[in-house]
């Protein structure tokens, strides 16, 4: 992720690097610091805002704002920088429960939202949005509030907490739905006592599903291809070159991750692993009329 940490105060302040401004402009990342500031210039139009915390047993917690006007734009950028957040941390939270837990944000239009990364590998999402009557039910396939303008940008399903809650389910960690103190809602995503990896070791992951026990849909494939040519991607270069949203695009690549085929990289593009790169060629061979490798 394209920034850096400095101690201030006791807090550790995120500045951007050179190379923090996306190449899409539509999604602008500000650091917080100790004092109210007002925009040195009036916004062009409403601005939707996503709060991330960092919490450390140390410092103060690192605090920094995401900006930006499209509801997908936002929701992407929110994902993949708590991930990348979620990683430096160790946590063992699996990657799709962390996206799916975000994308929940939109039914709160964003009210509030802060997404906060614990120093125990917990991930913490909270709005002040209309909240959740019923926790249960929420949690049951099939149930959601999403309306026609909200499923532009998520599936909008039902499926986002109860596929969430199962990830954590099999790492034997928790979901927890809570009701915020100003209204709106909580959901913690916390792994099990001592689950988190020590510093500078890999974090404790649940097993990822191989492409065999889970087909890759078409998108998926010609995903796998374009990773293989390109070497390295980003959700906005994938959402480009598929012609889908940002946040489907993101959504993609998070499922590739979790079956083991494409990794992250510092810069926060994701590439082949060798799994990914011997499945390229399997769809290669196939496309091409051959006989897939073993």
């Known amino acids: 992720m394209a920034v850096e940490s400095t101690p201030s105060r006791g807090a550790a302040i995120f500045r951007l690097r050179p190379d923090a401004q996306r190449a899409t402009g539509r999604v602008r990342l500000t650091p917080f610091g100790p004092a109210a500031r007002e925009p040195s210039e009036p ?17 103060l917690p690192a605090v920094y704002d995401l900006f930006a ?17 979620a990683r430096q941390q160790h946590s063992p939270v699996p990657s799709a429960a962390v996206v799916a837990v975000i994308e929940n944000l939109i039914h709160a239009r964003f009210h ?12 913490t999402v ?48 928790e979901l927890r739905i809570e009701d915020n103190l100003a209204g709106g809602t909580v959901v913690t995503l916390a792994p099990p006592s001592g689950a988190l990896s020590a510093p500078g070791g890999s974090p404790v992951l649940r097993p990822a599903p191989t492409a065999q026990t889970r087909p890759l849909t078409p998108r998926q494939q010609r ?26 695009a993101f959504r993609e690549l998070v499922a590739l991750e979790g079956y083991g085929l494409v990794a992250a990289r510092a810069s926060g593009k994701r590439a082949l692993t060798a799994r990914g790169i011997e499945m390229a060629e399997c769809i290669a061979g196939e496309e091409m009329g051959g006989s897939p490798r073993p």
Request: hydrophobic share 40%; with cysteine; aromatic share 2%.
């Open 69 to 85: 006007e499209d509801p997908g734009d936002l929701l992407a950028e929110a994902c993949d920088r708590a991930l990348t957040l």
């Open 112 to 123: 509030m939202a802060t997404v906060s990364l614990g120093a125990d590998g917990s991930v």
């Open 223 to 248: 995903l796998v291809l374009l990773l293989a040519e390109a070497g390295e991607m980003g959700p906005s270069a994938v959402s480009q070159h598929l012609g889908v949203s940002l946040t489907t």
């Open 43 to 59: 916004e062009a139009a409403p601005q939707l805002q996503v709060r991330l915390a960092v919490y450390s047993a140390s410092h």
């Open 126 to 173: 909270s709005d002040q949005g209309p909240g959740i009557e019923d926790k249960a039910r929420a949690l049951l396939p099939g149930f959601t509030t999403a309306t026609p303008d909200l499923r532009r940008y998520i599936r909008g399903v039902g499926s986002g907490l109860p596929v969430a809650q199962q990830l954590m389910q099999e790492i034997r960690g």
